[in-house]
């Protein structure tokens, strides 16, 4: 079965850095797009930033420049490098990935659980 496993949030104070991971476990035959949301309280999840398998990346407007998005195809893993990390960053963030477990089957989005980033002083 496969599943998603986000790590790498916790506490930092504005202006720091953290580097969020996620790791597919169990087979796959392919994964496309891959991505990193997130959701504040009394908000919408939203879209962080995304990445082809090819590398193109896309980020929403407000984390332009301070974060990075990267993966490694043949480890089924990828990362969000947060820098300058600001009090409006605080949210759970979460990887989807869109997957396509076996050779015939259908490419399907999977998610995460969800890991905890807190932007205070």
């Known amino acids: 079965q496969v599943e998603l496993v986000e790590s790498g949030g916790g506490l930092v104070q504005p202006g720091g850095s953290l580097t969020l991971s996620c790791a597919t476990s169990?087979?796959?035959?392919?994964?496309?797009?891959m991505g990193w949301y997130r959701q504040a309280p009394g908000s919408q999840r939203e879209l962080v930033a995304s990445i082809t398998r090819g590398g193109r990346t896309k980020y929403t407007a407000s984390v332009e420049g301070r974060f990075t998005i990267t993966r490694h195809n043949a480890e089924n893993t990828v990362w969000l490098q947060m820098n300058a990390l600001k009090p409006e960053d605080t949210a759970v963030y979460y990887c989807k990935a869109a997957i396509r477990p076996t050779f015939y089957g259908e490419l399907s989005d999977f998610w995460g659980k969800g890991t905890q980033v807190t932007v205070s002083s």
């Open positions: 169990g087979r796959v035959s392919l994964i496309n797009d």
